[in-house]
DNA sequence: CTGAAAGCGCTTACAG
DNA sequence: CTGAAAGCGCTTACAG
């Protein structure tokens, strides 16, 4: 038989099955004009007897197509962060016809490198990229050939490409000056690694506010540090246990939040919590008073949209849309979970609508 | 410039600009045998001054190997569920330097059609399927020409394909069993889309555990019907407010779970509940004994390793492995998330350590 | 309406 | 150690 190599049936073997030739073939199984109808018909036929799947991968070489695929390299596909952009960047190219592929680089720049001239050499015809920390300059070689690359939650270092982030300083601001206004001047903030962008500019925002409210800033409410990744739940402990503790505290990275509300109900006490994008059902938990800042639906609508109007052809200088942050009172959001999991794309009227909720109920002492 | 189309040097460029032949510039650059180290070293740099990233496209094309690209196709890449899944294949993956293609099909037969023929023609050498409802019979032509299918998570309709799942019934079974054995005898079972394997099999359970107790299976204390989705929390508080009400209840379903808690939490009732997969933290929510039966990354694990084997020239019939189900207590699992994140892969040790933790605390009335 | 030729970017035999 | 030829599965011009 005149299989290929890989046991499929190939165009010129549906040609021969219809008696035509390579062209034609092509043409009917294309759609394209000028094919008789009984001949299109005979190798449609021929086709299907086959099971013949045309190679996408030879079909893309041969016409210099682009070959319709967009890599998403993220930290973890499993980080329930990612997996909401993930959902989002998919549904949003999905009319496209564009598939997606993954990768993940667990914020390792040598990983994320590898990971992009791996894709780079599958030819996908655009990256959208959460970047791993470091520079990122070898992109840019990529991009002067051709490839669209889009950054999202994070800037992209050494290049200038089109990004999609949100204001976390805002986001940092916002949290404590309401926290302030609830009556709190012990603020705590949390956060192992201060080599994550989001991490350092809500830092950034949490001292500006403290600044704003003419409050201390005292770093023993201010936790970090790399190291205390190996006991988190000690560290969180032994801030709760100074002489002057802390009455809220605002947990700015993944994870972060859940040790906290740990520590802080096993200890049983009653702090005021605003925690980033990684709590789910917040209004079920044991205290539902939190504030949520979420983004990854609004992020990765975003910055797709970028990337395709780049694949459509946009040029110009790289574009830096900053979103606002979205505030999510849990309690509020009692039994309207869509409020966390789904924004809407218009965040304007979101963040404004929002805005307003009542936060904390004071200070619990 | 002799660049290509696609505005990328080719393998032709830098052997016109090393002054050697293409098959000397392949050679050297795939650092096969049989160049002078002086060439070599020509080619390599003639390789980096252009920026030269070999083509995989063509370089499969030409070679006949695999493309070396593994499918993922579930349900929904967003869901807590299937992400924590993809994040394992890719674990398992990557060793071997596959790269993996994500698309959701929404639990619609006809959208996983389109996708398993969209990635056939771009030639994955296999597809990982977390199947959709329906007839999959399609599959076996893609099968017979070389395609490794394993089904994840649910069996696979029409093809007898390797399949890896949890046995559902004995999730169901034993959730009972345990309400039964605390003292509960009116226990609830919700569910919305009974067409969804896992939420049928579960059912199964809950009936033989119920059958076994010799307890009355009473139609009034179970919800498994689509049309509920409309408004879920009116028919899980018409379910409650039976004059004689479930003093337990088992949610067989994504969401459904959530849902429960947030009406029974709103009524200010007091249930034990069973939730499956879907509950983040559960250490955390308000009412903490819930049981949790969950398997996703062992899941992954198990059908990569499968899929792997076959990429390996593993010949014979299909496979099928079901998992025990793993029960994790969640105020025994307090401060320790992994027990509810990371299943151990050695799932009998699990199972067996778990099986005997303490589960209900008995009605509350 | 149909087809023979050349080529996409690479590799596999086969020679020297 | 190096290279010219043929081919992977398809498409794009170019002819009839």
Redesign the pocket.
């Known amino acids: 038989m005149g299989?290929?190599?890989?046991g499929?049936?190939?165009?010129?073997?549906?040609?021969a099955r219809a008696?035509?030739?390579?062209?034609?073939?092509?043409?009917?199984?294309?759609g394209e004009?000028?094919?008789?109808?009984?001949?299109?018909r005979r190798v449609r036929e021929a086709s299907r007897e086959l099971g013949?799947?045309?190679?996408h991968l030879?079909?893309s070489?041969?016409?210099?197509?682009p070959s319709a695929a967009v890599g998403l390299v993220v930290s973890s596909v499993s980080d329930h962060f990612m997996a909401a952009v993930t959902g989002t960047v998919e549904r949003v190219l999905g009319p496209r016809d564009l598939q997606l592929v993954t990768a993940s680089h667990g914020d390792d720049p040598d990983r994320q490198r590898r990971i992009v001239r791996t894709l780079v050499e599958r030819r996908v015809d655009a990256l959208l990229l959460v970047p791993a920390p470091g520079d990122a300059s070898y992109l840019a070689a990529e991009i002067e050939h051709g490839l669209v690359v889009v950054a999202l939650d994070r800037p992209l270092d050494g290049v200038d490409a089109d990004t999609v982030t949100v204001d976390n300083v805002a986001a940092g601001r916002t949290a404590v000056g309401r926290f302030v206004g609830a009556g709190h001047r012990r603020i705590a903030f949390l956060g192992w690694d201060p080599a994550l962008w989001t991490v350092a500019q809500r830092h950034v925002g949490y001292l500006e506010a403290l600044d704003a409210a003419r409050l201390p800033a005292d770093p023993d409410l201010v936790l970090l540090d790399y190291a205390l990744r190996d006991d988190p739940e000690a560290a969180v402990e032994a801030l709760l246990s100074h002489p002057d503790p802390p009455t809220a505290m605002l947990s700015a990275q993944h994870s972060a939040g859940r040790t906290a509300m740990r520590v802080i109900r096993r200890l049983g006490r009653r702090l005021d919590l605003a925690v980033y994008d990684d709590i789910h059902d917040p209004d079920l938990l044991v205290r539902p008073p939190f504030v949520l800042v979420s983004g990854a639906q609004r992020l990765g609508a975003a910055a797709t949209e970028l990337l395709l109007e780049r694949l459509d052809g946009a040029r110009g200088p790289a574009r830096h849309v900053v979103l606002p942050p979205v505030y999510v009172d849990a309690a509020a959001a009692d039994g309207h979970e869509q409020l966390v999991r789904h924004e809407p794309t218009d965040h304007h009227a979101v963040s404004a609508a929002r805005a307003v909720a009542p936060l904390a109920t004071g200070p619990a002492s």
């Open positions: 299989r290929t190599r890989t499929r049936p190939t165009l010129a073997d549906v040609a008696g035509v030739s390579l062209k034609t073939a092509s043409r009917a199984l294309n004009y000028g094919v008789a109808e009984e001949t299109a013949f799947r045309p190679n030879a079909r070489l041969a016409s210099g197509r």
